[in-house]
């Protein structure tokens, strides 16, 4: 689809917050909390971006992008190239991160950029009166967005790591402390999404977590065949290259968008062989079961990987 970029608003230091909406008499698809967007930018290149505006909200889409100082050219090419008035392209709603509306209680955990999701959830939250608290840790307080939606509530806890009069987030305890029938959420940096797994795996289904970001050991040895089953090709995988480079090369379609196996854009189905998972989107459960794997930063065991394609 197309939006055109209403306006640009400066939310924190190196963050950007856009407003997209549709053309005149047109309409873009309802979104739910946790939901993001895939947006195009130069050739071969798309990102994910969560949703931060309410879901109740049909007039347009809001989405925040941080200037990553090591970027590979996404939040640098928003940064120097977005301008209001622009059109640009942007993929249906999806949603790894889904709310559950049900829950009694819903504890929110946001480490930086990590936020985004979480205003979302708070919106819906709030229209369907549900108890909620939000729990936000950023480095320093200008690089803190949002904090003009966000001060007015009792319920927001904020954490700024040079300012040791606020409280500090205390993860062990706060996971401990969780009432029976909560549902807690997370998103943030890899340190604290691996802290918040490993703090809160007896929840079980009532943990729930994103990334935006991973430090992913991607998967470049090659050595191996991929046979898509659906268009009768073979394709060898040379070393140093990935998966995605090889299917891309070949000229095979297929999505993608991070580029770190963390927003499921890039999911295949697996129908032989053994995938050598490196993502931080797949369960262990899921991944064990072989049936599927992100092309963009795993590889595989076996000599040949048939895949669905």
């Known amino acids: 689809m197309q939006a055109r970029i209403r306006h640009v608003r400066w939310e924190a230091h190196d963050i950007l917050g856009f407003r997209l909406e549709p053309a005149a008499g047109a309409s873009l698809p309802a979104f739910t909390a946790g939901a993001h967007v895939d947006v195009a930018l130069?050739?071969?290149?798309?990102?994910?971006?969560?949703?931060?505006?309410?879901?109740?909200?049909?007039s347009g889409y809001e989405i925040a992008v941080q200037l990553d100082v090591d970027s590979r050219g996404g939040s640098r090419h928003?940064?120097?190239?977005?301008?209001?008035?622009?059109?640009?392209?942007?993929s249906a709603p999806r949603n790894n991160f889904e709310l559950h509306e049900g829950a009694a209680r819903s504890v929110l955990i946001a480490g930086g950029i990590g936020i985004t999701p979480m205003l979302s959830m708070i919106a819906r939250l709030e229209r369907l009166g549900r108890s909620w608290e939000l729990h936000y840790a950023v480095r320093t307080r200008?690089?803190?967005?949002?904090?003009?939606?966000?001060?007015?509530?009792?319920?927001?806890?904020?954490?700024?790591?040079?300012?040791?009069?606020?409280?500090?987030l205390d993860l062990a305890r706060l996971l401990a402390g969780l009432p029976p029938d909560a549902h807690v959420y997370c998103c943030g940096p890899?340190?604290?999404?691996?802290?918040?797994?490993?703090?809160?795996?007896?929840l079980g289904e009532r943990l729930h977590f994103e990334y935006f970001s991973a430090d992913t050991d991607v998967a470049c040895d090659g050595g191996y065949r991929l046979d898509l089953r659906r268009s009768g090709r073979s394709i060898d995988v040379q070393p140093g290259?990935?998966?995605l480079d090889a299917l891309l090369n070949a000229g095979v379609d297929v999505g993608f968008a991070c580029s770190e196996g963390i927003c499921g854009s890039c999911r295949v189905t697996v129908l032989d062989g053994v995938p050598d998972h490196r993502d931080h989107f797949l369960t262990d459960a899921e991944k064990q079961s072989n049936q599927a794997v992100m092309v963009c930063c795993s590889g595989a065991r076996s000599g040949v990987l048939a895949l669905d394609l």
Do not use: C, K, N
């Open 241 to 243: 290259e990935t998966m």
């Open 42 to 58: 130069a050739a071969g290149l798309a990102r994910s971006y969560s949703l931060l505006g309410d879901p109740a909200d049909r």
């Open 78 to 90: 928003i940064h120097e190239h977005w301008r209001p008035g622009q059109w640009v392209d942007v």
């Open 190 to 202: 890899e340190r604290m999404l691996a802290a918040f797994r490993e703090l809160g795996a007896p």
């Open 142 to 168: 200008e690089r803190a967005a949002f904090l003009d939606r966000l001060e007015h509530h009792d319920a927001v806890h904020l954490t700024i790591d040079d300012e040791p009069s606020t409280p500090r």
